[in-house]
Every structure is written in structure tokens, then in C-alpha cells.
């Protein structure tokens, strides 16, 4: 069914070709695709090195929770991003004692650019912790607070290439938990409410010399018993899922059963108006992702008409609502625009009524799509829809190959600069015409990581390396959107994504037979 497989082998490449609308999108959809594909399998690439905390490493850590409780006692947002998010004085004492006697200076506009984005996000971060503080009538002004730190799992270490020597690393975490004891004052209202244990959670955190730094935010994790309602509970657990790239079901999120709900009542009365109303976000009726998004559904109306499935009068009943996995698209914590991956809508039916091929229409169906956003407490699709599955018989086997949405990426990650990239970028470009099989079926996209778009489209017009979906991950090198989803630390590496956009197997490049792999899975 729908689906792509991905090859992802830190590779730096982009052609004329990403010019167009098209290329665009698909761009897009690789980079939403390398968000949410990755959490436990890429977790070891970035987080793997255990080792002994140095004291002023887990002194650093009660700084950052000092940080955190005058931010609550305080109110002072853009205080605490000036002094956790990572500064340019912090990268200038970082950087490589090599890199600036060879004259080079990676810290320019573009890479402060980054750095105030970084400020940006954990800014807002903090203020989002505010306001539902004050939703929850919590005056933390009016208490003493200790924030201790969990201890980490494990402590990782980065290295970013255009800083750093080989031998050279930055201590690192994943994420920083925090377990703050909040002690009402006399002055505070209702303290036997605010008296308690509160957990928060920081995210993407680096060692600089002058201590810990936050790149991504924060967010509540759990509050006191008694503090949080229902509705604020389902929300940090939604939030706690988009954090580490988990999925969820109806079951998490009744505004994800309402949705599925909307979308069977859809196919049950092919009213494309009732599509519009339950799937789509308010735009402009001219806007082309709309216009597209009502052409896929459609198709899935004609589909039924074409395949006799007449669903008005039987009964139907949703089994089960899910998004393989979330990504925090708006920022740690925030549940207004989250982004779905890999919708399923699974749903049965009892009819009377038969299929064209005279099998009975009672049975299993599913409905899919590609991604959805939460917003307004409702999901809305932002990816086309399409049949996932159909009982056995109902369709015949030129209508089951319609349906068999075999779509399959194959996504490289490299660099200019990578020996070991060349290489397997070069074997990439033969991919297609030593494989007929993959035509239509397989995409190959080598992902630049480089720091301009202009260097990765010089080298591949030098090497006419031009028989690959060549994209360029974006300003931020290893911090680009698609080189931190994978929390990427080495090149080359590879990625292969299955036909449910799943991680089929992943490792250094040289070392993992590509096309053997993909072979396997298209079978």
C-alpha cells in the first residue's frame, strides 16, 4: 500500500531540479519523513558514548535548574533564553584551535542566524511553561523552589564538523529532566495546592566551556497530584509522545477519534463537502494544497463507485484511529500545530451489499494519509488520503494493483567535504539503471548537509551526479532540520525506510548493501 522506502547516507546534493513546485513538496514530505522515522534506531548515532559526568559537568546541570526556577519565580522569558540558549561567545570558545589558525570562520550571519532561532524557540518554550502555569493558577512567585536533576541515561557527545577537529566532541544530552520541589511562602494563595513535585523536561542540551546549553525548549512533563485536569494530563502525554517521536491512537486523544470518525462518515456519503468540513484546514479555495488534497479524495470516491462499494446504508463502526508517530513541528510542548505522520483509519462494516466482483462488502477497510496538524483541539489533513485496505474479494486483481501505492525514497545524507560520501554517492547515480524494477517505485535522494546550497550544486555539477533526487537539508549543517531529527553525528550513514515509512535498517553506508535491502522490500 502507500508508502516509501528511504535510503539516508549523510550525502550533500541538490539539482536544478528542486526549482520546481513539485520537487518542493517532495523535499518537504523527505524532511517531515526524517522528523518522525527516527527515535530509537538513530538514537545510538548521537547518544552512544556513556561515560563518568566530570563534577563541573553535574554542577553545570544545578545551574541550569537554578536557571529554570528563576524563570518560574520570575516571569523572566528573555532572561532565561539569554542565559541557557547557546551564544556566539559560546561556539567562539568552543571552536577548534586548528580551524581558526587555517583562517576559516563557520560562525558568520548564516550560523548566527541559527543561534537566534535557537533563542527564539527556548523563549517561547519558557513562555508556554508560563501560561499554563497561570492557566492552572500556580503563582510559583510566591514559593521557594529546588530543582534537582535526573540523572542522565546516558551522555552522549557531538561532534559538528565545521567547528571541530576529528579527535574534538561536545559533551551532549538528548533531554534533561528536572523534578522541582516547590515550597508555598505565607504570601501564597491556596499552598497546600502548590505545595508538591513538579517534573519539566529540556531538550537538546550541549556542553560549552561556560556550561550547559538548551537548543530546544522546554516543556511540562507532570504536575502535582490534583493540579492538572484531565485535559491538561491528555495534553502532556501528547506533547511527551511528539517529544520522542512516538505515535498515538484514538484512545490518547479524543480529538483524534473525532477526526476518524469524520473521515468515515466521508466514504459512507461521498460528499466531498462533509470532507472539506471534517479534513481540511481553512483555507483559500484556490489554494493548490487544498486543490489537491480535495482531488485525492475524490479519487477515493471514484475509486468506490468504480469498485461498487456503497456504504449508505450498512453499518460501520471505527476500529481504531492512529499516527504512527508525531513531531513537534511548533515547539516543544506545544499541542497547537503538531504534526501527524502516517494516519491510519481503520474501520468495519456490515452490509447486505456486494462489490463488482460479488463479494461481500462486510469486512475490514482502512483509510490513510501521509500527515495531518492538530489545530483549534481538531486534526486537519495536510496529506492526501487513500484507501490502505480492503476485505479479501472485494476487489479484482487490476483494482488491487491500483491500489498498491508502491512509492519508494531512498534518502542519502553527505557532504563536500566526506571522503567516504563520495563513493557512495557516485554508486548511487547507476541505482536506477541497474535496477529496472525501481522505476516509479524508488526514489533516491542524497541529502545535503552542507552550508550553502551553492556548494552542494557546484560539486554535483562538477561530477555530473545528476541521476539522484539531489536535496540540500537547509541552512544549520549538522543542526538542520533533518541532520538533528536523525541526530546525526558521523557520515557517511544510511537509512532505509520501509513501505509504512519505518527504519527497515540502518548503518554506516559502506557497510550496508543497499540495493539488496531495497530489492527485499519491494518484493
Known sequence: MSGSVGVASINQAWSDTMKTKAAMKAQR??????AWATTALLTSALWAIAAALPDTVEQNFAEVGEAVARLLQSGDTAGFAKELAPSIADWRA???TNRVTKGNNPLGPDFQKSLDQQGHNLEASAKRLLAKAAELKLDFARAQITAKPKPLRVLGSARYLDVQEENETLPSAQELEFVLTVEPTARAKEPERLRGEYTLKLHTLLHFPGGWRCAEGARWVAFPSGVADEKTQRELAIAGRAAAYQGITQADDPALARFGEGLVRFVRTRDLKVFEDEALLSLDAANEDRIELLEA??????QM???GLD???????????AFQSLFPRAGQGEIEGVEGNQLTVSFAVQSSRKSKTGASLSGDYALSATEAVRKD?????TGKIQWAQFPAGVLDEKAAAE??????????FWAVNCGACQQSLQEMQKYHEQHPAWKDRVEVVPISIDDSLKAARDHLTKHGWTNTFNVWAGSGGWQSAPAKAFRVTGIPIC???DSRGVIAEAGLTPLLDTPEIVNGLLK
Open 29 to 34: 514530505r523527505f524532511v517531515n519523513q526524517l
Open 311 to 321: 456504504f449508505a446504508d450498512a453499518a460501520v463502526h471505527v476500529k481504531n484511529v
Open 403 to 412: 491500489l498498491a501505492f508502491e512509492n519508494y525514497v531512498a534518502e542519502d
Open 305 to 307: 463507485d468504480r469498485f
Open 377 to 381: 483541539n481538531r486534526w486537519r489533513l
Open 94 to 96: 568552543a571552536i577548534s
Open 297 to 302: 479524495a475524490r479519487r477515493v470516491t471514484e
Open 495 to 497: 537509512y532505509v525506510i
